[in-house]
């Protein structure tokens, strides 16, 4: 006997255990707000230190710690809404490949900032473009019918967002945005050519 095909069964567009998928959003955001406040405590010491900075080692740092802090609380709550929803939506393929999908996001969106962002840059928002390109992308490479029709919703909805990944208000990280998106598509690429392979046999 043998496994259905690993890309039959992932392919989803909710959370195989919404429950628990929620419950980690939340926390991963109420984990967002606890940092801020205690930045705010610190009279933004904790910004400070945890910032990339751009083409300085001492930056390096910073891709791992700058989308865990924002810009102040008005920074943060723009970030909330979409953060929740497109990192639930993320996982509907488990919570392992969820975290390998951010991490992937997170690395190539704070790397980009490090090399060319002309400033030091905080804020998740480069996690968020690349969830939200994830979403937008891995149905078109699977070739999977609901989730082509979650991401035409999902475009429909927030897709002006995207017009973030070009340059315009000064104090707003484009290379962020745009690295993070460039996350979003690699991860998708493999992600669907992950769930196209035979599942292992089990028996004959």
Known sequence: ???PPSG??????????????AVT????????????????????????AAAIYPR???????????PLLHVGYVHLAAN?????????LAMSGGIGQWFAVTA?????SGVGVWLISPAAVLGASGIVFGWFVFL???????????????AVVLFLIW?????????????????????????GLVAASWVAKADRRPAPTLGA
Do not use: C, K
């Open 136 to 150: 937008l992308a891995r149905g078109f490479y699977a070739r999977n019918g609901r989730q082509i029709a979650l």
């Open 104 to 108: 992937t996001i997170w690395v190539i």
């Open 25 to 48: 959003m939340l926390l991963f955001t109420a984990a967002l707000y606890l940092f801020e406040a205690i930045d705010q405590a610190s009279g933004g010491m904790v910004d400070a």
């Open 159 to 183: 897709g002006s967002l995207l017009w973030g990944v070009l340059p315009s208000d000064p104090r707003v990280s484009w290379q962020a945005h745009l690295f993070g998106a460039l996350g």
């Open 56 to 66: 300085d080692t001492s930056g390096l740092t910073g891709i791992l710690t700058a």
């Open 1 to 3: 006997m043998t496994a």
């Open 80 to 88: 909330t809404l979409p953060f929740l929803l497109f990192g639930f």
């Open 8 to 21: 039959r069964a992932r392919a989803r567009v909710l959370p195989p255990a919404p429950r628990r998928a």
